[in-house]
């Protein structure tokens, strides 16, 4: 039987996950993957007062992280502080002493993975990065090692824990923002910073990594459009609940040709009847379209303590079987910036939501129409609600058909301009 002395960096929400499910699944995994593996340190900031520490036997804690580098039994780290910094530096000090890493670090991955696979090639140790999206969705794994006969043309889902957490809340209960993100919190489904939740960070960190690997060529965070979920309003949720849409972030990521891509991170209105509109709570769930197998959707826990470890003890015993110089690394030909040829597309196409306060006058409309033609969007339906009385204005909602993103916004510049329009209230981008 093959022994693997573990050290784990950060013994918070996932770290202390890792460390159960290793304790918990450790006959298991004894017997089906004929290898024993055991957490011989665990890296915190504070022997006293550190969160989990009854956990563990205190001899396991320590506070330098030179007791893990030094010890020659340690083959596998295990980084779950988050974040860039210390989390880089620590990831490839690891790897420049030949030890393999396994992160769920999306942050530090999106934003450094050059760095880091080439100190891992350097001294043939392994990188392994399975929870950095999806939580306890094997979405990684799905695309590197199933999905590697496919010429795949997009990646489409909910991705981030957090805010499908609170829309669904807000959906279904009515509740307030405030409220349901201080639930998430708790529940250790956010990130020590939410607001890398909920104004799409995290969504972008994860895009990048899973569009990289889909379409096989580096796509950088600067290059993904972003919008996080902070200005989705409850008269957005009502008024897509009265259409019969569901308002979900999603991360879209679409080959438009061989080389131009679409990257993009938004709140997007959903039909009820499409799949993604029934994922609810902290569920994740991923769309993949690729020219074999057609389409794949991936289905879990994209967050929380023992689905996140289900992924990273996944890994650890991948790279527990695997010699060292035989670890798989990416073979992306754009290792440090996106290829010429690889075009970012800014003006894709989408029908949209529209949602306006305007003068309740005659000829209002036909003046909206009139601008909405002059820029090529055609109008799918419509709704007009709220007249207020008292202010003499009313609420249109507005479903496009497909329409240019640049026409789109164009159009919308001239509808401010118009004195009949008072505010738009929303724009969002609807995927059927
Ligand atoms: P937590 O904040 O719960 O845990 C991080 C831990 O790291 C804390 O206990 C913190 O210590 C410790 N830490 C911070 N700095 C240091 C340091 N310099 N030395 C030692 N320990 C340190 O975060 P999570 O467990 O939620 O997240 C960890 C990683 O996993 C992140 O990259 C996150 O994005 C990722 N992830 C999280 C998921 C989740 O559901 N939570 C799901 C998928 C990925 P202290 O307690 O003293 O602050
Ligand atoms: N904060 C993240 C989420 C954790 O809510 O999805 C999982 O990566």
């Known amino acids: 039987m093959k022994t693997t002395k573990i050290a784990i960096l950060g013994f918070g929400t996932v770290g202390s996950g890792v460390y159960t499910v290793l304790q918990q699944n450790s006959e298991l995994i004894r017997h089906r993957q004929l290898l024993d593996l055991s957490v011989k340190r665990v ?3 504070d022997l006293l007062h550190g969160r989990n520490l009854a956990l563990a036997p205190m001899e396991t804690f320590t506070t330098d992280y030179a007791d893990i580098l030094a010890d020659g039994e ?3 780290v295990v980084e779950c502080i988050g974040g860039v910094n210390p989390a880089k530096d620590y990831i490839l000090r690891a790897l420049q002493a030949g030890k393999t890493v396994v992160t769920a670090n999306k942050e530090v991955l999106s934003k450094h993975w050059p760095d880091l696979e080439r100190a891992a090639k350097e001294t043939g140790a392994g990188l392994y990065f399975e929870a950095s999206v999806g939580g306890g969705i094997p979405i990684i794994r799905a695309l590197n090692d199933s999905m590697q006969a496919n010429n795949i043309s997009r990646v489409m889902g909910i991705i981030n824990g957090t805010t499908n957490y609170i829309l669904t809340k807000m959906t279904n209960e009515g509740r307030a923002y405030e409220e349901v993100l201080k639930e998430a919190q708790a529940l250790g489904y956010a990130e020590a910073d939410p607001s890398a939740d909920v104004d799409g960070w995290d969504c972008v960190y994860k895009l990048s990594i899973l569009a990289s690997i889909a379409f096989h060529a580096r796509v950088n965070i600067e290059n993904i459009y972003r919008e996080g979920i902070s200005k989705v309003s409850a008269e957005d949720i009502a008024a897509a609940k009265e259409l019969g849409y569901t ?3 999603l991360a879209i990521g679409k080959k438009q040709d061989e080389k131009l891509l679409e990257v993009r991170v938004h709140p997007t209105m959903l039909p009820n009847s499409h799949p993604l509109s029934s994922v609810s709570g902290p569920f994740n769930a991923i769309f993949l379209t690729g020219n074999a197998v057609d389409d794949i959707m991936l289905y879990g826990r994209g967050a929380g303590m023992l689905p996140t470890a289900s992924a990273v003890v996944s890994d650890v015993i991948v790279a527990a079987k695997t010699a060292k110089g035989a670890h798989p690394y990416m073979t992306f030909n754009n290792e440090f910036d996106a290829p010429q040829w690889l075009k970012n597309q800014k003006d894709w196409t989408s029908s ?7 003068d309740d006058e005659l000829g209002v409309l036909s003046k909206i129409a009139g ?5 090529g969007v055609s ?7 709220n007249e207020n009385k008292a202010n003499g204005s009313a609420e249109l909602i507005f479903i496009t058909d497909t329409a240019r993103e640049l026409s789109v916004q164009n159009a919308l510049c001239a509808l401010r301009a118009l004195p009949c329009v008072r505010e738009i209230k929303s724009v969002m981008r609807v995927e059927e």
Do not use: D
């Open 352 to 358: 949209y939501f529209l949602r306006m306060e305007v």
């Open 379 to 385: 109008v799918h339906s419509l709704m007009q609600k």
């Open 371 to 375: 601008v909405f033609a002059e820029y």
């Open 74 to 76: 340690i083959s596998i």
């Open 247 to 249: 308002i979900k972030l």
């Open 43 to 45: 890296l915190v900031r």
